[in-house]
């Protein structure tokens, strides 16, 4: 019998990195698992696309406006280290070679490697899963299987270990000139947690049933059915997700992705008689609402037939704010005001968990980017719920990856996900979430390391913006700054703000991000004892912030704004 390495709620995705310039490899104790006696052992695995290789509705790698970051073809390199005291009762399809005394290690290459296709059709980190439970082949993660029928497996090159200095050009991704780093993550993995059953199952017309979780969330999800008799085979059962309904309480709210696309998610039954199961493998998605359509036998499934796990990044929770109601509390309503409090603190503390899949993300339903200015300025609020210094560390590396690859520029979104490596320049305010992130670690994890590895890509970023986009006797970007200018992108209208407004308000965000991280950058080079430079930023930060009040400060009205405004909408407040 086969038995997973994995621990039960790790989910099937991956760790996302830059990855032109580093690729992530799991690690797993594999001895409970070995049979003995001279046995035959098997590794089995089932590959996804990922982030790695990104695929849209039609099986193409350019998805969603996204340039797929890896190879295009899936693959996998796995090295198998065996320790014993009798090396004659180990045999591998290679050469071992031997380390200590007791330990042998072997990559295991092409020899030996099969693979078919299994049943899963399609699948994408975005769009979903479609599973043909027809196609699933019985026993084939187990020892004894004929894989006669399978192709032989084609040999690549693959990455360096992150501790070899060999330049050997990999066909394995082509944007640098030679193979990306092999390196074991640090921060905690993607695990399926918190599961959740339906809290209501209605019929909401023939053939089509709508789940109620209770909860908006990002999540995986497991359907069981123990008995397909009802369907022939070939029977296809589709999945739609939403965080909300319309006001006809039956009809899901807003499905599509970016551009249009839509999950693409099903289930086709061989309907054997036997229990199939369908399991979002490689995607998650957020919402609070499911639909299935062609449930067998019409209505809506049981209860306990759908579970879904809260899925994201398994951040450690350090603190909990919790606020009691006050001793004198006849009337009730401080006990209605302190519920309401620790309501919104866990919808806090739930909006940071389902944003976090090995790097902070703006939404769980759409774009799941790292934008750097979403996750830097919120840093602090999750460094005070959870134990983040693993997972800002990692993605701190990530933004430095992509800032190398962008010529010193600090990219919008990190991992960097575009086909383009030009040096456009992003919104300073966004670019500023990695200075700023670099603060906030310090503050609250105190390592000096860290600080010190990103040093020159934090200076390169800024001094840039100093030699191109001050002028000469200013302390503040150039208002014709010529990268893109998000402004207050989450305006109080809901609506992200037009060209013209938005190049008004970014002055005002820009330059107050831009004051912000001048600050930040001076205290980082204290900390380093760098203190001509501690000096150097610190004076210019002092001069910018100046500038910056006599600019934008409206003394009449007590708020910065643009007086350039024209107060078509009513003023602008940051």
Not at 67 to 78: D, E, N, Q, Y
Not at 95 to 119: C, F, I, Q, S, V
Not at 372 to 383: I, N, Q, R, Y
């Amino acid at each position: 019998n086969s038995i997973p390495l994995q621990r039960a709620d790790d989910a099937s995705i991956g760790p996302t990195v830059q990855f032109d310039r580093r690729v992530p490899y799991d690690a797993f104790d594999c001895t409970a698992a070995l049979r003995a006696g001279g046995a035959e052992n098997v590794l089995a695995t089932t590959l996804g696309r990922g982030w790695f290789a990104l695929a849209d509705g039609n099986g193409q790698t350019d998805a969603l406006g996204y340039h797929t970051i890896g190879a295009r073809s899936l693959r996998v390199l796995v090295t198998a280290e065996l320790e014993t005291l009798n090396f004659t009762a180990i045999t591998a399809p290679t050469n071992p070679t031997t380390t200590p005394a007791t330990t042998r290690r072997w990559r295991l290459d092409g020899n030996g490697w099969k693979h078919a296709e299994g049943p899963i059709v399609f699948d994408s980190l975005f769009l979903g899963t479609v599973v043909d439970g027809r196609r699933e082949t019985a026993g084939w993660r187990d020892a004894g299987f004929d894989d006669a029928g399978w192709d032989d497996a084609l040999v690549l090159h693959g990455p360096r270990a992150s501790n070899d200095a060999s330049t050997t050009t990999s066909p394995l991704l082509p944007l640098t000139a030679s193979a990306p780093a092999l390196v074991l993550p640090e921060l905690p993995p993607i695990r399926r947690l918190s599961p959740h059953v339906p809290v209501a199952a209605t019929e909401t017309a023939p053939g089509v049933a709508l789940l109620d979780f209770g909860v908006n969330m990002a999540a995986t999800c497991r359907i069981v059915v123990d008995d397909a008799a009802a369907v022939t085979p070939g029977h296809t059962m589709t999945l739609r997700r939403a965080e909300g309904v319309l006001d006809d309480g039956r009809t899901l709210s807003q499905t599509w992705l970016l551009k249009g696309a839509r999950e693409n998610c099903s289930y086709t039954f061989r309907a054997d008689g036997t229990r199939e199961v369908y399991e979002d493998t490689f995607a998650y998605f957020g919402f609070r609402f499911l639909e299935i359509k062609g449930w067998p036998g019409g209505g809506a499934p049981p209860v306990d037939a759908v579970t879904c796990w809260a899925t994201h990044t398994d951040l450690p929770r350090t603190s909990q704010i919790f606020f009691s109601p006050p001793t004198n509390n006849s009337s009730g309503a401080g006990a209605r005001a302190a519920a309401l409090l620790n309501e919104v603190q866990g919808m806090i503390a739930n909006s940071a968990l389902s944003n976090f899949h090995s790097h902070p993300t703006d939404c769980p339903t759409r774009e799941k980017r790292g934008w750097t200015g979403d996750g830097g300025h919120v840093a602090e609020t999750l460094m005070m719920n959870f134990d983040m210094g693993a997972a800002y560390a990692k993605w701190l590396t990530d933004i430095n990856d992509a800032a190398t690859l962008s010529k010193g520029v600090v990219p919008e979104m990190a991992p960097y996900i575009f086909a383009s490596r030009s040096a456009a320049n992003s919104d300073p305010a966004w670019g500023a979430g990695f200075v700023d992130l670099l603060g906030w670690h310090y503050r609250y994890h105190g390592d000096k390391a860290l600080l010190e590895a990103h040093w020159d890509a934090a200076v390169s970023y800024v001094d840039g913006h100093l030699a191109h986009y001050v002028p000469n006797g200013s302390a503040l970007l150039t208002t014709s700054y010529p990268g893109t200018r998000y402004g207050d992108w989450c305006a109080p209208s809901g609506e992200p703000l037009s060209p013209s407004v938005a190049r008004h308000t970014s002055n005002v965000i820009s330059g107050f991000f831009w004051v912000r991280q001048l600050e930040v950058l001076a205290q980082v080079a204290r900390r380093l004892g760098r203190t001509a430079a501690a000096a150097s930023y610190a004076a210019r930060a002092a001069s910018a912030r100046t500038q910056f009040g006599a600019l934008y400060f409206d003394a009449a009205s007590g708020v910065f704004r643009d007086p350039q405004w024209t107060p078509v909408q009513g003023p602008h407040v940051f």
